[in-house]
């Protein structure tokens, strides 16, 4: 097998490019200025805890942007692999040929439909409840959207590249809100000073239980049937950036994580503080506003475990996120527009108080 790994490098961060350039203006400000920070760190190699030069930062956001302008008419081109040009959306067949080389490659659609793709090393290969895990390491292209782990049918790949930054920034700039969940998560995981400094040097242990996290949500979307997968696109694709995708996708992650192979009925069941503590730092206010009963019973969970009563409010929440998917389901089979009346019905208070835009 003949396999350019600098052309085919070149290949997949040309891509993310088009797609940066093509979806930036789906970020709130805040967001974006956070995604280019990262991606500048990660093109400069630089570790989550490390800041590069603020003058450096600028000039290098202004040159992306002329990038990203430049890219504008631009279409997402073919891969090379093995001498043969493959779709850059063809994961599969790009895979089946570059998994033996040691290197993995990602492609899919994340939010509002915008395309990401990655390429990175493989370190670890596992299988768990009839699903194929890779873990990754050092990635040679991303797009900004660098999300910690992904599932393709029933392969599911965890980037550990992307999940360290990611709990980095979430342990740096940590919200009021997050900021006792994450404490407790700390401490859990035997971390009793909280300066950044002194977490720096101990982060492996929260790190292994936000794979696990990660992990767990991947196997129970695979096998949650609360959503079939081919009408779940559909919807997504007909509603991208609005209220509706913002409530299905919110919905689809509450049935993965109360799923019985989720990762709530995990942490519960090998009593995991760190766990709990660390999904409750992860939830954002979306999610909170369409469970309020399940947050307020995982928030006391963090600061008195009580499992019994935990399980019931994750049983409790799986039965009301079946119940708003069927609605949904129905509401779309009635016309897209009694889908969006459905959504304004049974989540207009809560999303009212949120921004559409959520990141």
Not at 148 to 157: G, T
Request: contains cysteine; glycine residues 6%; hydrophobic residues 45%.
């Amino acid at each position: 097998m003949s396999l350019d790994l600098d052309l085919l490098s070149q290949q997949v961060r040309r891509n993310c490019d088009v797609s940066d350039a093509r979806h930036a203006g789906m970020f709130s400000i805040c967001g974006l200025a956070l995604r280019l920070r990262d991606l500048f760190k990660w093109e400069r190699g630089l570790n989550p805890w490390e800041e590069g030069d603020p003058a450096e930062v600028l000039d290098w956001i202004g040159a992306r942007e002329e990038h990203w302008e430049s890219l504008a008419a631009f279409e997402y081109a073919p891969l090379t692999v093995d001498d043969r040009s493959i779709d850059p959306f063809d994961a599969e067949r790009v895979n089946d040929r570059l998994l033996p080389t040691g290197w993995c490659y990602g492609a899919g659609y994340a939010r509002g439909l915008k395309p990401v793709f990655f390429l990175a090393e493989v370190l670890e290969q596992s299988e768990i409840e009839a699903c194929r895990v890779l873990t990754l390491g050092r990635e040679r292209a991303r797009d900004l959207l660098s999300l910690p782990a992904v599932s393709q049918d029933r392969l599911i790949l965890m980037r550990r590249d992307a999940a360290l930054r990611a709990l980095w920034d979430q342990i740096a700039f940590v919200t009021p809100s997050a900021r006792c969940a994450m404490e407790a998560a700390l401490d859990a995981c035997g971390v009793a000073d909280h300066r950044l400094s002194a977490v720096r040097r101990d982060l492996a242990g929260l790190l292994a239980v936000q794979e696990q996290l990660h992990l767990r949500h991947e196997v129970g979307e695979i096998h949650d049937s609360g959503f079939p997968r081919e009408l779940w696109r559909e919807i997504v694709a007909a509603f991208p950036l609005t209220r509706v995708e913002l409530v299905l996708r919110r919905i689809k992650d509450i049935l993965a994580d109360t799923h019985p192979l989720g990762p709530l009925h995990y942490f519960c069941s090998v009593r995991s503080v760190a766990g709990i503590a660390l999904y409750c730092a992860n939830s954002d206010r979306v999610a909170r506003a369409l469970f309020p009963e399940m947050a307020r019973a995982l928030d006391e969970a963090v600061v008195r475990p009580e499992w019994a009563g935990l399980e019931r409010a994750v049983a409790d929440g799986r039965e009301s996120a079946q119940a708003h998917a069927a609605a949904l389901l129905t509401g779309y089979g009635d016309g897209p527009a009694r889908l969006e009346a459905v959504v304004e019905q049974r989540f207009g208070a809560a999303l009212g108080r949120l921004p559409q835009d959520a990141d």
